[in-house]
């Protein structure tokens, strides 16, 4: 089964431990307004992709993870390819590799669930905690998303919780103290990423013919991302301000 891939990116930094290989994926079920990758999100596109070409890219790379690094699925949404995953995964895992999965964990069926079974660590982006202002931001509702979430510490399935900090959208201090209240007991929460917003996919807009919604959006000031950075390190142990 091949699976169709959007773009890669050797040597990544950000989506994970270490050194990584970050595998882009295509197609998403949310409809983010400030999402970077807008060609990612319709599941027609991408480039049809044998599993064994995925593997041997990884190998080829495998000499600079070190000890942290490894591969990261991202997207769109990885997990709407869940089924035909699975073997890519497991080949890796085979091969002593580190597999992280980037997600918003609005996908569940029995191949997410052992596709997230295989990872070794959980990137779980968290849009907004309250139901009404994660609708707007995304079109979806985040109750799958928090259910991914208990099922991971019911698991002992590490993650790092990311979370946009978007002025006017996901800023709210009472939305980030109730996320703070439903997970500060979590034990598999590794780390707590708060993510400055960003305009870095503004002209793929541009280029798509579609309108970018948030071109109005001002970016974090410091006095910001300062203020919400104190609110999470009241309930979290592991935040880090990317």
């Known amino acids: ?50 599993p064994e070409e995925i593997v041997e890219m990884a190998l080829n790379e495998k000499p600079f993870f070190g000890k942290r690094g ?16 699975i073997p890519v995964v497991e080949r890796l895992k085979e091969n002593g590799i580190n597999v992280c999965i980037d997600s918003n964990g609005g996908v569940w069926n029995q191949h997410v669930e052992k596709l997230l079974g295989l990872s070794d660590l959980v990137l779980l982006d968290i849009k907004e905690f309250n139901p009404g202002r994660h609708e707007e ?8 998303t928090l259910k ?34 439903h997970f500060k007991d979590y034990r598999m929460i590794k780390r707590v990423e708060i993510l400055p917003y960003h305009t870095l996919g503004v002209n793929k807009y541009e280029s798509l013919g579609q309108e970018y919604r948030l071109k109005n959006v001002p970016l974090n000031t410091k006095e910001q991302l300062s203020r919400a950075e104190s609110l999470f390190n009241e309930y979290f142990s592991c935040v880090v301000l990317n």
């Open 148 to 181: 991914t979430a208990l099922w991971l510490e019911e698991h002992c399935k590490p993650f790092w919780l990311r979370y946009v900090l978007v002025p006017g959208y996901s800023d709210f201090e009472e939305d980030i103290r109730a996320l703070g209240s």
């Open 1 to 50: 089964m091949e699976l169709k891939v959007h773009s890669y990116e050797s040597m990544g930094t950000y989506d994970g431990p270490g050194i990584r290989l970050v595998v882009f994926l295509q197609g998403c079920p949310f409809r983010c307004l400030y999402c970077a990758n807008p060609d990612t999100i319709p599941v027609m596109g991408g480039t049809p992709t044998k």
């Open 70 to 85: 490894g591969v990261t699925f991202s997207g769109g949404e990885p997990t709407i390819q869940a089924e035909a995953l």
């Open 137 to 144: 931001l995304t079109g979806r509702s985040n109750t799958r």
